[in-house]
């Protein structure tokens, strides 16, 4: 039993010791300092044909976002269609730079500038937006003092940033224009276009016919003649319901008229503005010019 025992311990210390002569046993730090050959080396590997495809293809893509054709250029300034101002662009009315273009397919790039008959246009889309413009919101971008302004009645009208077209006090009621066509808003409000505006004015007491001779006939105030281009009575109304239709840009200058007279307004609201009207749109409520009505604004 016990040479069974020892024979057996031999052939386990003898399988042991065999296991342990089988692993690398590293005693000498020369095998850390090899030469650098005997390290492994790691190469790029190079792009394959479609991998250099795709690559191609991803740095075309933000070049072409970068530029805009001309007559889509063209036709968002609001001047025509796109059809329009490619038959323009051939015709010689474009150019980019300062240079004459008549290709089709020319790219506008971001500072470009960019001439139509002379004339520097902007590819932003022209806008229109008529307001009829409820009481206590005045007629500005923003208020420093919290106020409520038109701009938060506007505010989903456009994408575009608009501006108002001239002015209504906080408490003046009425038809107000916006657009982001600076040539239309100056026209609209410079005094030698005469653009006429029509009030509908609710005073505290009858206006006296001799009073009403005295303001058609013109008065001076604060040193300046003023003149109302019309003055009556609202129709089936009191006499102290009165319409007035003015083209001056003066600053309140409807409540002066009736202020010089003795006269205080009640209320105030405008009717027709550049030929506007508030026909089908409620008080606090907006729509887009149609393209007849901007049309009408043109010429005017």
Request: aromatic fraction near 6%; charged fraction near 30%.
């Amino acid at each position: 039993m016990n040479s069974s025992k020892n024979s057996s311990r031999g052939r386990q210390q003898r399988k042991k010791t065999t296991s342990n002569t089988s692993k690398p046993t590293f005693h000498s730090k020369k095998k850390f300092t090899k030469n650098f050959k005997d390290k492994p080396t790691y190469r790029r590997e190079r792009p394959t044909s479609e991998s250099k495809t795709t690559t191609s293809k991803q740095l075309k893509k933000p070049d072409e976002s970068l530029g805009i054709r001309l007559n889509k250029y063209i036709s968002n300034s609001g001047i025509c269609s796109r059809r329009e101002a490619d038959v323009f662009i051939k015709a010689g009315s474009a150019s980019v730079n300062g240079k004459l273009i008549t290709e089709m397919g020319y790219k506008v790039m971001p500072g470009d500038v960019v001439k139509f008959d002379g004339s520097t246009i902007s590819p932003e889309k022209k806008r229109y937006v008529l307001l009829n413009k409820p009481k206590n919101y005045i007629t500005t971008m923003d208020d420093d003092r919290g106020r409520k302004t038109v701009m938060e009645l506007v505010a989903n009208a456009s994408k575009e940033r608009i501006y108002p077209v001239g002015r209504l006090d906080r408490n003046t009621t009425g038809l107000l224009l916006f657009t982001n066509d600076g040539e239309l808003a100056k026209k609209l409000t410079h005094p030698k276009h005469n653009i006429q505006k029509l009030y509908h004015a609710s005073l505290d007491k009858k206006l006296a016919m001799s009073d009403m001779q005295k303001i058609a006939d013109g008065f001076i105030l604060d040193e300046k003649r003023v003149l109302v281009d019309e003055i009556s009575y609202i129709m089936n109304q009191p006499k102290s319901e009165v319409g007035v239709k003015i083209h001056s840009g003066r600053n309140r200058i409807v409540r002066r008229i009736f202020e010089n007279f003795n006269y205080s307004v009640v209320k105030l609201d405008r009717v027709l503005f550049a030929g506007l009207t508030k026909k089908d749109l409620p008080r606090g409520h907006w729509r887009h010019l149609t393209e007849l009505e901007v049309s009408t604004l043109m010429m005017l």
